[in-house]
């Protein structure tokens, strides 16, 4: 059984920073991309930023020099670091991953419960 749990999230004042967290476990073989999504109320969920398991990122136009994804492969963790955090960041943010549980097994995309991000002042 593999798990993605998200945590990082909190309450920030505008111009703040908070780095989340998305750590896997359970029976994982390989971790390939990894994309944080969020959500806000009424919108539909948006990519933030993703990562591969070369390292390659990509990032949606509004947190592009705001926001950097990593990640630690050993063990088996991505993050998201956010600064000068806006109103508009204000979302729950959840982790996706696609992951092999054995060698040449098919390819899983597994969903985190989500952590909540709240902008305010």
């Known amino acids: 059984q593999v798990q993605l749990v998200e945590s990082g999230g909190g309450l920030v004042q505008p111009g703040g920073s908070l780095k989340l967290s998305c750590a896997a476990s359970?029976?994982?073989?390989?971790?390939?991309?990894t994309t944080w999504y969020r959500q806000a109320p009424g919108k539909q969920r948006e990519l933030v930023a993703l990562?591969?398991?070369?390292?390659?990122?990509n990032y949606t136009d509004s947190v592009k020099g705001r926001f950097t994804i990593s990640r630690d492969n050993a063990e088996n963790t991505v993050y998201l670091q956010m600064n000068s955090l806006k109103p508009e960041d204000t979302a729950v943010y959840y982790c996706?991953?696609?992951?092999?549980?054995?060698?040449?097994?098919?390819?899983?995309?597994?969903w985190g419960q989500g952590t909540q991000v709240t902008v305010s002042s």
């Open positions: 996706n991953a696609v992951l092999q549980t054995t060698s040449g097994s098919p390819y899983y995309r597994y």
């Open positions: 359970g029976s994982i073989f390989r971790i390939y991309t």
């Open positions: 990562i591969t398991t070369g390292g390659t990122t």
